[in-house]
């Protein structure tokens, strides 16, 4: 213990006297959870309209004011050319165009098919899909509307609708930023933790001190022990950093354990060290592990839900993901803040999380040749 304490001391001295690194490890995260927290949002509230109204009819208009009314549009323009609205979609000014004909409001009133016409821009799908969906509910409801009045004018009596109730259970206002803070911070914590293990026993090569450790009586696994441990207290001081600004400064309640969260956090932070530590005793430069553990990070990230479900996935890159240790932090840091879930609800992803931290520590000290 004696020997992994000046290790420790060592580490420790290094990190906070590299003042170039400071930022990057304790401002850097927060500064950009603060940012991606709103700027990573699928959330559909400015969508931009342009309204062609050849009709000008009581029933063109009304739909155009549910339009106005509706916090997730903008009616940027209404005119008669549709080659205008063309345009405007063409130059990317414009989100969709909504095409009353002539005639439309007569059509209404007697009773007649009535056609609107929906042209959207689907450069991005998932967003053409959602504006279409939208556009859609609000000219459906009005349907409904107008259906309701003109049965109650022939029956001369008040036509009573199924009136839908329901709830949202673990996020009542349907908000993304609960969604997507716990995962950006998930992928906060990796960044700091899988770089700097990366780089950590690569630098020693570079600078010639790995020579020097090798030569000591100090063993191998106290070295690495040595060398892990300062970054696993700074993961979780990034990770107590990142829940604070939770609660206090986006008002996400934590409806699970710290206690659990921080759990699932020292096993994680296992893995990915060991991941680090791997890429380290395997490359000869600091550019080269900066490289690779790039290379993974990106794989991590995009395959691990953070932005788009898992179940969306071929089926290959389901199976795949298996060894993707940060969708397994995100599914159960979500579980855990949003959701509540205990450890028995965790059980199962923890201990599939455990499996992998002990196999990739034994392989990257299996892969540390120490020369005494």
């Keep these: 213990m004696r020997t992994i304490k000046f290790i420790l001391q060592k580490e420790f001295l290094q990190v906070f006297r590299n003042k170039s690194m400071l930022p990057v490890i304790f401002a850097m995260p927060i500064i950009q959870l603060c940012v991606l927290v709103f700027a990573a949002t699928y959330e559909m509230k400015n969508t931009n309209l342009f309204v062609v109204d050849k009709d000008l009819s009581s029933h063109s208009r009304e739909i155009i004011s549910k339009f106005n009314g509706s916090p997730f549009f903008t009616v940027k323009n209404v005119d008669f050319s ?49 504006y279409n969906a939208y556009i859609l509910s609000v000219i459906q409801e009005y349907n409904i509307q107008v259906n309701s009045k003109l049965k109650a004018l022939n029956t001369g009596k008040t036509i009573l609708q199924v009136q839908n109730t329901y709830s949202h259970l673990f996020n009542p206002e349907m908000k993304y930023i609960p969604y997507m803070l716990p995962g950006i911070l998930v992928l906060l914590v990796t960044v700091i933790g899988l770089f700097l293990s990366a780089m950590n026993v690569v630098r020693e090569k570079e600078i010639g001190t790995i020579e020097q450790i090798n030569v000591t009586p100090i063993k191998k696994h106290q070295f690495l022990i040595g060398k892990l441990i300062p970054f696993l207290v700074i993961g979780f001081f990034e990770l107590g950093v ?44 600091q550019q080269q592990a900066m490289f690779i553990a790039w290379f993974f990070m990106i794989i991590f990230i995009m395959m691990s839900g953070l932005f788009t479900p898992t179940e969306s996935m071929p089926m290959w890159g389901q199976k795949l993901n298996i060894l993707n240790p940060v969708a397994y932090f995100i599914k159960i ?40």
């Design 82 to 130: 549709i080659k205008e609205a063309e345009d405007e979609l063409i130059k990317d000014h414009v989100d969709a165009i909504i095409y009353f004909e002539n005639g439309f409001g007569e059509s209404v009133d007697k009773k007649k098919s009535a056609e609107v016409q929906v042209l959207v821009n689907a450069i991005d799908a998932s967003a053409a899909g959602l």
């Design 333 to 372: 840091i979500r579980m855990i803040m949003l959701k509540g879930s205990g450890f028995m609800d965790i059980a199962k992803d923890l201990g599939i999380l455990a499996v992998y931290s002990v196999a990739i520590l034994s392989i990257a000290v299996n892969r540390y040749r120490k020369v005494a």
């Design 242 to 285: 990142g829940l604070i600004l939770a609660a206090f400064v986006f008002q996400i309640p934590l409806l699970g354990s710290v206690w659990l969260i921080y759990l699932v956090a020292f096993v994680y932070l296992l893995t990915i060290l060991g991941i680090g530590l791997l890429i380290s005793t395997q490359t000869e430069t």
